[in-house]
């Protein structure tokens, strides 16, 4: 059967749609600083996904602990073995 | 009334064109991606980022967010509040990304829900060389 004569309809799917725009950040309009909270839940998704929680050469923000933060990471799961 | 429940991402793209069916007002993302090369410092042409949610009940804030790969500050970062009126709804989320990428790397396109991170999105950016 050619497309053009197939009687198939699809259909709307109905469900809502909400589009939005955002804001950009650079040096004239720098963004918020991140916070412990933010950058923790950051750590957290980077270390499952990445298998590291934050890149190399990585400088936290004034104010944050770094190392506290690192202590709160679920450890790495050990090397697959032989 | 019920609690609030945050919503499962069922999807998370990053495409170049978004085009809304007249009648259906269902989509087609043209050119789904996860690399361009832009000049650096520079910025490219607007594309989208589109998420599907469901399983949510009350209102829901999402923050889509991108972040830098040496830094991890953001450069992109758009706020809106949905409302579930039901379990079984899903609701199309749409966000316009207008922004300057700094450097080179593996930057991180992040869809929060309700203040936790529900999807991520490696995207990589490239320098366009010789233009």
Same mark, same amino acid.
């Given at each position: 059967?050619?497309?053009?004569?197939?009687?198939?309809?699809?259909?709307?799917?109905?469900?809502?749609?909400?589009?939005?725009?955002?804001?950009?950040?650079?040096?004239?309009? %720098?963004? *918020?600083?991140?916070?412990?909270?933010? @950058? =923790? #839940?950051?750590?957290?998704?980077?270390?499952?996904?990445? +298998?590291?929680?934050?890149?190399?050469?990585?400088? %936290?923000? *004034?104010?944050?602990?770094?190392?506290? @933060? =690192? #202590?709160?990471?679920?450890?790495?799961?050990?090397?697959? +073995?032989? | 009334?019920?609690?609030?429940?945050?919503?499962?991402?069922?999807?998370?793209?990053?495409?170049?064109?978004?085009?809304?069916?007249?009648?259906?007002?269902?989509?087609?993302?043209?050119?789904?991606?996860?690399?361009?090369?832009?000049?650096?410092?520079?910025?490219?042409?607007?594309?989208?980022?589109?998420?599907?949610?469901?399983?949510?009940?009350?209102?829901?804030?999402?923050?889509?967010?991108?972040?830098?790969?040496?830094?991890?500050?953001?450069?992109?970062?758009?706020?809106?509040?949905?409302?579930?009126?039901?379990?079984?709804?899903?609701?199309?989320?749409?966000?316009?990304?207008?922004?300057?990428?700094?450097?080179?790397?593996?930057?991180?396109?992040?869809?929060?829900?309700?203040?936790?991170?529900?999807?991520?999105?490696?995207?990589?950016?490239?320098?366009?060389?010789?233009?």
């Amino acid at each position: 059967m050619s497309i053009a004569s197939d009687p198939t309809v699809f259909e709307s799917l109905d469900s809502p749609v909400h589009e939005f725009t955002g804001v950009g950040y650079g040096p004239d309009n %720098p963004a *918020p600083p991140l916070t412990a909270d933010t @950058l =923790l #839940k950051l750590m957290r998704y980077r270390q499952k996904v990445y +298998g590291k929680p934050l890149p190399d050469g990585y400088v %936290p923000p *004034p104010g944050i602990d770094i190392e506290e @933060l =690192l #202590k709160q990471l679920p450890p790495l799961p050990p090397p697959p +073995g032989p | 009334m019920s609690s609030p429940v945050t919503p499962v991402v069922r999807g998370l793209y990053v495409c170049e064109v978004l085009e809304k069916h007249p009648v259906t007002g269902n989509f087609t993302l043209h050119n789904c991606f996860r690399a361009i090369k832009v000049p650096l410092p520079g910025t490219p042409r607007p594309f989208y980022v589109v998420a599907y949610l469901a399983d949510g009940a009350g209102e829901v804030g999402c923050r889509t967010e991108i972040t830098r790969p040496d830094t991890l500050t953001t450069i992109f970062k758009s706020d809106a509040v949905i409302r579930f009126s039901h379990p079984l709804e899903e609701q199309r989320l749409v966000v316009k990304v207008e922004c300057a990428f700094p450097v080179a790397g593996s930057y991180d396109i992040i869809l929060w829900l309700n203040g936790e991170l529900a999807a991520l999105s490696p995207l990589a950016v490239k320098p366009l060389l010789g233009v």
